[in-house]
T-cell receptor, first 115, second 112 residues
Framework: EAGVAQSPRYKIIEKRQSVAFWCNPI?????LYWYQQILGQGPKLLIQ????????DSQLPKDRFSAERLKGVDSTLKIQPAKLEDSAVYLC?????????????FGPGTRLTVT | GNSVTQMEGPVTLSEEAFLTINCTYT??????LFWYVQYPGEGLQLLLK?????DKGSNKGFEATYRKETTSFHLEKGSVQVSDSAVYFC???????????FGKGTTLSVSS
């Protein structure tokens, strides 16, 4: 079974530029999560999708971050304009509702550096 | 609110030493508890889990017991190897299908 795919793996941009990250979850997984992991901290949820609907985006900085999950499969997270404090690893995870405990499977992440 | 507190790192051990990484949590109700591991250059991997009080999760020689009375889920291994060097994250989920809440992570470095 293929894992969660993310691209790019690394991205360096200047502040005020825009950037987009892509995630393809495990086939058949209805739920998709985007987490932000700042250096030295644990991951924190940005947004959660169930199929193509948003379940929780309460911690997404909506003035600069946006995300979509068209057709309930892959997803794109965008930052526009980027700030220095957006430097972090962006993790995508997916889970299925076919289990009692919904284990989350993580992709390798995209490391963003904003200069 | 819900939160997870892990012991500060880094933890530096010699091969075959005993490992304990402390984790305590604050949550309403009966959360599920997890340990994830992040090897250098790789994504987060589920190491073990426990879904109710007194459950013991185990995998690859690692163990953790869900202690509701002390709100703890400490990670232990009897004999660590160099290949165990990684960052370990304790996490909770208050409800199936909801986002994980992570601790800050503990870096483990094992030398031969």
């Amino acid at each position: 079974e293929a894992g969660v795919a993310q691209s790019p793996r690394y991205k360096i941009i200047e502040k005020r530029q825009s950037v987009a990250f892509w995630c393809n979850p495990i086939s058949g997984h209805a739920t998709l999560y985007w987490y932000q992991q700042i250096l030295g901290q644990g991951p924190k949820l940005l947004i959660q999708f169930q199929n193509n609907g948003v379940v929780d985006d309460s911690q997404l900085p909506k003035d600069r971050f946006s995300a979509e999950r068209l057709k309930g499969v892959d997803s794109t997270l965008k930052i526009q304009p980027a700030k220095l404090e957006d430097s972090a690893v962006y993790l995508c995870a997916s889970s299925t509702d076919g289990q009692v405990v919904y284990e989350q499977y993580f992709g390798p992440g995209t490391r963003l550096t904003v200069t | 609110g819900n939160s997870v507190t892990q012991m500060e790192g880094p933890v530096t051990l010699s091969e075959e030493a005993f490992l304990t990484i402390n984790c305590t949590y604050t949550a309403t109700g009966y959360p599920s508890l997890f340990w994830y591991v992040q090897y250098p250059g790789e994504g987060l991997q589920l190491l073990l889990k426990a879904t109710k009080a007194d459950d013991k999760g185990s995998n690859k020689g690692f163990e953790a017991t869900y202690r509701k009375e002390t709100t703890s889920f400490h990670l232990e291994k009897g004999s660590v190897q160099v290949s165990d060097s990684a960052v370990y994250f304790c996490a909770l989920s208050n409800q199936a299908g909801t986002a994980l809440i992570f601790g800050k992570g503990t870096t483990l470095s094992v030398s031969s």
